[in-house]
């Protein structure tokens, strides 16, 4: 990749502004954690893996701000610091997990240097990075050996080195079938309202010289109708207990569809992705986004001033249209039986 969704230097938390993607290529520089909630609230960093990479790095430059603070001032605020972070966005697991692992770390210190006490969180920063990075690459070998030569695959909403610390999840599975000498073609769901296939995949598969073709949401019915689609590869922000999986709006359509047309439908997602408490896709809490999002997107008004918007960022395939998961410890069968 020639870019870095993430990164530290200096103790200083550099995103790569996905807002501005494709026209431009921003890198915003943080000190402070609350512009690191900002910057995941309005999409700065997104997708599951990243924004949990980017919470525990806002946990790390959070117990750093407070100079003036000795052991167990710092011991208290950062319960507090935790839970404002985890509320920047309820949906992907990722970012409440990497927050309560950096914490229970935290837990387990029992000197009393406070240097000590920040190494610790930016230690657990790094290894949560380092790991994801791992689990991209297994997920990649893993899911290059499920398609086919020759194979065509639609992706919705972006799943790639965008979304993580490393070669990504959905997209992972392409640039590993690519190193392989598998030749994979790859349409893009546009991906309304925020336009992450568009903007994003399309950018990052373009650049890797994956074969790319964009479509709109409402086109991959009529796509697979025409036989021009093999398979069905997305990332997921949540998997529940039961295999429910949480992912971008609009991938629940897009995997009836998958069964409609007999075409395999795949999930990739690392460990840190599958929820060890949550049974059912019912008990995911689902974010609701800005309207202007709908009506006024990228400033451009599309619908009325005033009307009413519905706009879930995310929505429940049940585990019964999944095909199989693709993890980092290997494909696990999901709960779709023809
Ligand atoms: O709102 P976003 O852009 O954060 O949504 C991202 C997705 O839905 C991704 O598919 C998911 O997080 C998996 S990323 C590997």
Redesign the pocket.
Known sequence: MNFKTIEVKDKKLILLDQTVLPGKTVYNSYEDFRDVITAIKR?EV????AIGIAAAYALALAVEIRADYDLNGLKKIMVDVAREIKDARPT?VNLAWAIDRCLAKSYQYEGESVDEYRTIFWNEADAIHAEDIEMCDAMGRFGAELIPDGSTVLTH???GAL??GGI??ALAVFYKAAEMGKNIKVFADETRPLL?GARLTCWELMQAGIDVTLLTDNMAGYAMAQGKIDAVI????RITQNGDVA??IGTYAVAVLAEKHNIPFYVAAPESTFDKELETGDDIIIEEREPDEVTNGFGIPTAPAGVKVFSP??DITPHNLVTAYITDSGIRPGGRTK
């Open positions: 999409l997104r997708g599951a893996p992907a909403c972006n799943a979304a993580t990504g999840t992450q997305t990332g997921a922000d992912n971008k960022a995310f």
